[in-house]
């Protein structure tokens, strides 16, 4: 049975963002240009974001090194996760935007730009975990024993196999489901940088980093503190105010392809 709801996250986190951006393509006569620059756009962030967040880390762990108080720690991590998540994907867009993508202004672009850089994310996830699922599954099935482990390996993966194999049930669906509310955040997060150029200012890039920060820094702090189903729970109340901010920007850009 939990191999069948494995299977079912992976068919939707691959699902999801092809569906979206056929659906776009056919009956809103989106760009596969403006979907492809948005998910290069989402790499481009990643290659400074994993990096400068290894770095951090690495940084951190030094005996030197400054450490906040404990109690403090979890709020820190929130905090600082947070801020840059949001200061390399908004950065990113607003850059591309800026300089590659000087004629994309309509709210049709905006919705298309975020469709490629949220649905690329999830690709990545969902090819990620159909990699999992397969390792696993070759692994439960014998060949963990052809490859020369010593004993400590043999009992870490012996461990890792069991945690993979006794989650609940709805795990793999939450984290399909959460693909749907970072998607609906990436395009509301597009049409906030877009506003940047419809007004000619840049209070909404701002606004769009302190939006992110704050989704992504509450996902680290409950996880810390609450765990997995609450994080999921906080996390999916903020797709009603990434909507909002959808409608919100649908009056504010202008509405023809750009």
Same mark, same amino acid.
């Given at each position: 049975m939990l191999v069948a709801v494995y299977m079912?996250?992976? &068919?939707?986190?691959?699902?999801?963002?092809?569906? !979206? #951006?056929? &659906? !776009?393509?056919?009956?809103?006569?989106?760009? #596969?240009?403006?979907?492809?620059?948005? &998910? !290069?756009?989402?790499?481009?962030?990643?290659?400074?974001?994993?990096?400068?967040?290894?770095?951090?880390?690495? !940084?951190? $762990?030094?005996?030197?090194?400054?450490?906040?108080?404990?109690?403090? $720690?979890?709020?820190?991590? &929130?905090?600082?996760?947070?801020?840059?998540?949001?200061l390399c994907e908004e950065l990113a867009r607003w850059v591309v935007l800026r300089a590659w993508l000087k004629r994309a202004r309509s709210f049709r672009a905006a919705v298309t730009f975020g469709a490629g850089h949220g649905g690329c994310e999830a690709l990545i996830l969902g090819a990620l975990a159909a990699i999992a699922l397969g390792a696993m599954l070759c692994l439960r099935g014998g060949a963990a024993a052809k490859l020369h482990l010593t004993t400590a390996q043999s009992d870490a993966l012996a461990k890792q196999l069991a945690a993979y194999w006794s989650v609940p049930l709805y795990l793999p669906v939450l984290a399909a489901v959460e693909r749907v509310v970072a998607l609906t955040a990436h395009v509301a997060l597009t049409t906030l940088v877009m506003q940047c150029f419809a007004r000619r200012r840049l209070w909404p890039l701002a606004l769009a980093i302190g939006w992110h920060a704050l989704v992504d820094g509450t996902a680290v702090i409950a996880m810390a503190r609450l765990g997995i189903v609450p994080t999921e729970a906080l996390v999916a109340a903020s797709a009603p105010v990434s909507l909002l901010i959808v409608g919100w920007s649908r009056r504010v850009l202008p509405r023809e392809a750009s």
């Amino acid at each position: 049975m939990l191999v069948a709801v494995y299977m079912t996250q992976v &068919a939707l986190m691959l699902a999801l963002p092809l569906g !979206l #951006w056929w &659906a !776009l393509r056919r009956r809103a006569g989106a760009s #596969w240009r403006l979907i492809g620059v948005g &998910a !290069l756009t989402f790499v481009a962030s990643q290659v400074v974001h994993i990096p400068v967040v290894y770095g951090l880390t690495a !940084l951190l $762990k030094r005996p030197d090194a400054w450490h906040p108080p404990p109690a403090l $720690k979890d709020l820190f991590n &929130a905090v600082i996760l947070g801020l840059l998540a949001g200061l390399c994907e908004e950065l990113a867009r607003w850059v591309v935007l800026r300089a590659w993508l000087k004629r994309a202004r309509s709210f049709r672009a905006a919705v298309t730009f975020g469709a490629g850089h949220g649905g690329c994310e999830a690709l990545i996830l969902g090819a990620l975990a159909a990699i999992a699922l397969g390792a696993m599954l070759c692994l439960r099935g014998g060949a963990a024993a052809k490859l020369h482990l010593t004993t400590a390996q043999s009992d870490a993966l012996a461990k890792q196999l069991a945690a993979y194999w006794s989650v609940p049930l709805y795990l793999p669906v939450l984290a399909a489901v959460e693909r749907v509310v970072a998607l609906t955040a990436h395009v509301a997060l597009t049409t906030l940088v877009m506003q940047c150029f419809a007004r000619r200012r840049l209070w909404p890039l701002a606004l769009a980093i302190g939006w992110h920060a704050l989704v992504d820094g509450t996902a680290v702090i409950a996880m810390a503190r609450l765990g997995i189903v609450p994080t999921e729970a906080l996390v999916a109340a903020s797709a009603p105010v990434s909507l909002l901010i959808v409608g919100w920007s649908r009056r504010v850009l202008p509405r023809e392809a750009s």
